[in-house]
């Protein structure tokens, strides 16, 4: 992995990671009777858990500030890492340690729900304003709206709101 070029860094820790992942789904079945016996009741300690202890020591680590501003440079050029794999190796590194999350915290909100703070109410216009910007990079980059002749018009908006609200009022 340390001798990728940057755009493969990125795919190939994900294979690795996945691979890890997967692994573990048939190895600590494997072992339940282990596990139950004797490592949770003489050790006190879980063999996923130590799996993936040992995986973020040996692995995580060592790649964690090689991979993040990748991650980070990735996230700001639509589509150069494909969302499932974004969304697989951030699920992952949360996984594997949660404290993470103060590196890219906006990163890991994008994929993990509930790590930002909940939005607040008089910042609505700013809400608005980022997504207004993020839709004109969007566009800048070459994203089209797509067919927009189905929308709703305005004014088809107010005028049936108005409607409904003139029919409704006989009913009370």
Known sequence: MQASPPDLYIERFNIALGQYMG??????????????????????????????????????????????????????????????????????????????????????????????PPAVESELSEYAAQDQKLQRELIQNGFTRGDQSRKRAGDELAYNSSSACASSRGYR
């Open 23 to 116: 692994a573990l789904q048939s190895i600590v079945p494997l072992f339940i009777y282990m596990n139950k016996f004797y490592i949770e009741t003489k050790l006190n300690r879980d063999l996923k858990d130590d799996l993936i202890k040992l995986f973020t020591e040996h692995v995580a680590e060592k790649h964690i500030y090689s991979l993040m501003p990748l991650l980070l440079e990735a996230q700001s050029t639509p589509f150069q890492v494909t969302p499932s794999t974004m969304a697989n190796i951030v699920k992952g590194l949360y996984t594997l340690r949660p404290e993470w999350v103060q590196m890219a915290p906006t990163l890991f909100s994008k994929f993990i729900p509930n790590i930002l």
